[in-house]
């Protein structure tokens, strides 16, 4: 799957233009009043961002992975809230359908979500099942053609805009064979959202616990209509997704290099610009050569994602996912401390755009497996390969 070279090249400078044109100069608006604009958002459903992996027999655009990408990179040159409004929708939020559920699954969500009308999220974590994501205790019981569902997921990104969840449970026994995924409509009866989460950066991001009491949902709605496959998927959409991220942390230092670069040509300390003398350029030289790297292997790893039969896992390329996770984003964190460093006193106030930058990449360390969470992927996979 992928869009036509043509058509890509017609999307990918009018996304650049829209987020230097529209998206960069709202992040000023976006952190004070910690709300995406209503007028952007319908820009993007406008654009057709909501439907970028969407098939386009679903009525998407049907980026392949190098694409996407590509699009990522863009969409990390500005203040990650923006790509969060439809980030979760094209990603993790859907991707589980598109991946491994039943043709019927697909014909009634993809086209809503593709052209905006459905939000989904993705709903894993739980207040005791964070990294050990396998111990998950939200239970789902059969009753009839029903199971009835109990529990809270934690940090649910975009939970407050879903329409519907791709949410886990414990349809079975202990440990990642008892969990299945199901949709979940956020209208359901039983269903709670927690109180917004007051977060260090990423300010325009909502996220809240999703509380499951005695919510009916029907046994057709467990993904694929198999239980017992929901971790499975579950890993399968965060292999997509944890390069995506990379992609983002890739366009996010190409962003602080740029306010960097600069900050480091106007600021005159000595008597000249703060960039000729050689420490400054150290820095940013460093930045540079730890975001090609970065950059380089994202888009190798998506290469060989997009060469593997389409939603197959293969634990060499789940491997080379974590990664470029693991490199992507501890990369931009290193950048954004070295940005903050270069912009001296004014780095630490809110006047330039580095500050907030630099909470908002903290995240990316954590969120959709943190750095410990790909090491001990890559770990596993490397004692386990010949
Ligand atoms: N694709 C397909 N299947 C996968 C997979 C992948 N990427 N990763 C694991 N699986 C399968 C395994 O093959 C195994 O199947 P079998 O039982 O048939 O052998 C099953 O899933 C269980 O895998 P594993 O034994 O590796 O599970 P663990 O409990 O040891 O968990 C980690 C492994 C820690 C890597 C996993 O729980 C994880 O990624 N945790 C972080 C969760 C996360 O990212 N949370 C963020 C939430 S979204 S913001």
Redesign the pocket.
């Known amino acids: 799957m992928s869009l036509d070279a043509e058509s890509f090249d017609i999307l990918l400078p009018t996304l650049q233009r829209f987020v230097n044109e529209r998206l960069v100069p709202a992040e000023n608006h976006l952190e004070e009043h910690d709300e995406v604009p209503a007028d952007l958002i319908e820009a993007m459903k406008e654009m057709g961002l909501f439907g970028l992996t969407v098939p386009e027999e679903y009525g998407g655009i049907g980026l392949s992975v190098s694409q996407e990408v590509l699009v990522n990179y863009e969409l990390g040159r500005t203040a990650p809230a923006f790509r969060s409004v439809f980030g979760t929708n094209i990603g ?1 939020g859907s991707q589980g359908i598109l991946m491994d559920g039943t043709p019927e699954q697909k014909a009634t969500y993809l086209p809503k979500v593709a052209s905006g009308e459905l939000i989904m999220s ?1 709903a ?2 739980e207040p005791d099942a ?5 111990s998950l205790k939200t239970r789902a019981e059969l009753d009839g053609d029903h199971y009835v569902l109990n529990g809270t997921k934690r ?1 649910i ?1 975009n939970a407050p805009r879903a329409g519907a969840f791709t949410l886990m449970a414990r349809t079975g026994g202990p ?3 008892g969990v299945s995924s199901f949709i979940v409509p956020a209208g359901s009866p039983g269903l709670k959202l927690g109180k917004n989460d007051k977060k260090m950066g990423q300010r325009g991001t909502k996220t809240c616990d999703v509380i499951l009491e005695n919510v009916r949902v029907p046994a057709a709605n467990i993904i694929g209509g198999v239980p017992g496959q929901g ?2 998927t579950a ?2 959409v ?2 997509r ?1 944890r390069l995506n991220i990379s992609a983002v942390s890739c366009g996010l230092a190409s962003r602080i290099l740029d306010e960097s670069r600069r900050y480091a040509r106007d600021r005159k300390q000595f008597g000249k610009a703060i960039g000729e003398f050689q420490l400054i350029q150290a820095m940013l030289a460093d930045s540079q050569a730890e975001l090609l790297a970065g950059w380089s292997l994202v888009k190798d790893v998506a290469q060989r994602f997009d060469g593997k039969p389409a939603h197959a ?1 293969d ?1 060499d390329i ?1 491997m080379r996912v974590s990664c470029a996770k693991l490199f992507a984003t501890e990369m931009v964190g290193r950048v954004a401390d070295r940005g903050v460093q270069i912009h001296g006193g004014a780095g630490y106030i809110n006047e330039y755009p580095v500050e907030r930058f630099y909470r908002d990449a903290r995240l990316l360390r954590l ?3 943190t750095t410990q ?1 790909q090491q ?2 890559i770990g ?1 996979e490397l004692l386990r390969q010949d």
Not at 130 to 134: E, H, V, Y
């Open positions: 993790i993705f894993l974590t964070g990294t050990d994501a396998a940090f990104t440990g990642a064979g971790f499975k890993m399968k965060l292999d997704g896992s634990p789940s969120y959709e497996g969470v001990l992927i596993r």
